[in-house]
């Protein structure tokens, strides 16, 4: 039986019932490999509750260590650097991203004897890691697209290490393959999924017609780079003209780093989203001394400013919500809604509301065009145009026949394509070619 392991980013939460988008890409493919394989999968205590350092859940064996003192003040270093320097290297591809984290994890690895070994994101660890495990293949999955502000020489030595490197999308694997045409022959994708026991339901068209008020809902981080000023706005207009309409927002409220999310070439994004972000060292005064608002707060006040009074009372912000309840709000919604302004990795929002039957409306950012087909399961629009997203909404709001046929047509789509006993499956056998080579 093939032996697979799974190594998680430290800020990765993987087990239920708050996982972030990398955590719970690992944790729902590895329930269907242990059925044909031996899996571990790794990732920090502090993440989840502090369990024990070995546990076992559904045949997956979790092992987990404890940060230590070091790595923990490093990560508040890099954290503090990353709002002083906006355009520093990333904290996702820094090597001071919890370095003892990595060598435990190698060090575990090597008496594990695994076959594979597949690295989420962090391609830090993928040297002290082939350093200690020379035999087995490892598998670098990249979430997003590498990112401009990284030194291009210790991304190319990290690769090294790396048997097969694999994506989220085509968007970027196009783009890995191009930046790096060293790996171009062991580039490609393998998209994220949805588990189907989450969406069983088949959604109620019929109790949809009869809402007066329909509901648009929203999914995902409250982050600059989600382009939520655009939905507020394009609300806005779509209030004015289908007052019967109400917008729900879900989601962790905190900006996620400029450069982690935008390429520094391209200023004229950096210049838009640049005064989300604070202005480096006298906001951090600011938040730290003087007890202002920090950037986290700052964005939630701008995007609450920009809405008028009436439609204001139209705009619930929810926060974070566990699985079950985000699910139920799928299937009480009509429209789905997702504008980011950067360069979507994978989008794993939008497939899950296509999952319940929702039809989607959505920027035409990275791997997004490639799950949402336009004019089928959804609208694509052009990304920061407010008032071509407004449109698209209400050419659904007011066109039942056409919410459903989207609806069924999204359905139908993520079932065959982005569930992930498919993509384990697929995985498997990647794996099992990859290690006869």
Not at 45 to 64: L, Q, V
Not at 182 to 211: K, P
Request: aromatic share 10%.
């Amino acid at each position: 039986m093939m032996k697979i392991a799974f190594v998680n980013q430290p800020i990765d939460t993987i087990i239920p019932p708050n996982q972030n988008s990398v955590g719970a890409c690992t944790y729902w493919v590895a329930r269907p490999l242990a059925q044909s394989a031996e899996v571990l999968v790794y990732g920090l205590t502090d993440n989840h509750g502090n369990p024990a350092s070995e546990s076992r859940e559904s045949g997956i064996d979790f092992r987990f260590f404890p940060a230590t003192r070091k790595d923990k003040w490093r990560f508040s270093l890099l954290k503090k650097l990353a709002k002083l320097f906006p355009r520093s290297t990333p904290i996702s591809t820094s090597r001071w991203l919890f370095p003892e984290y990595g060598r435990q994890v190698a060090a575990d690895l090597e008496r594990q004897g695994c076959d594979v070994i597949h690295l989420q994101h962090c391609s830090q660890y993928g040297p002290a890691i082939r350093a200690l495990n020379p035999n087995a293949k490892i598998v670098l999955h990249l979430h997003s697209e590498w990112f401009s502000q990284s030194n291009p020489r210790v991304l190319a030595r990290r690769l090294r290490a790396v048997d097969l490197l694999t994506t989220v999308g085509d968007y970027v694997t196009d783009k890995t393959r191009q930046s790096f045409p060293v790996v171009a022959d062991r580039c490609e994708t393998t998209y994220n999924g949805i588990d189907v026991r989450e969406f069983v339901s088949e959604y109620d068209y019929s109790q949809s017609r009869r809402r007066k008020v329909k509901r648009i809902l929203y999914s995902g981080a409250v982050s600059p780079h989600k382009g939520l000023h655009v939905l507020l706005d394009a609300f806005v207009i779509v209030a004015q003209q289908y007052p019967d309409v109400m917008l729900d927002i879900v989601g962790p409220i905190g900006n996620y780093p400029i450069q982690e999310s935008f390429d520094v070439r391209d200023l004229e994004a950096i210049r838009r989203v640049a005064p989300f972000y604070g202005n480096g060292v006298w906001d951090l005064v600011k938040s730290k001394i003087l007890g202002k608002a920090s950037d986290k707060s700052a964005y939630m006040n701008y995007l609450q400013a920009r809405l008028p009074g009436d439609v204001a009372a139209k705009v619930s912000f929810l926060g974070m919500f566990q699985r079950p309840e985000l699910v139920d709000r799928y299937y009480e919604s009509d429209i789905f809604a997702f504008a980011p302004i950067w360069d979507e990795g994978f989008g794993l929002p939008a497939v899950e509301a296509m999952a319940a039957g929702l039809p989607v409306v959505t920027s035409r950012s990275g791997t997004l065009v490639e799950t949402v087909v336009d004019g089928k399961t959804g609208i694509l629009v052009e990304k920061n145009d407010p008032v071509k997203l407004a449109d698209a909404l209400l050419q659904l709001l007011k066109d039942d026949d056409l919410r459903e046929a989207m609806g069924r047509a999204g359905r139908q789509r993520v079932m065959g394509q982005f569930t992930w006993d498919r993509i384990a499956e697929g995985m498997h056998t990647r794996y099992t070619t990859l290690c006869a080579s």
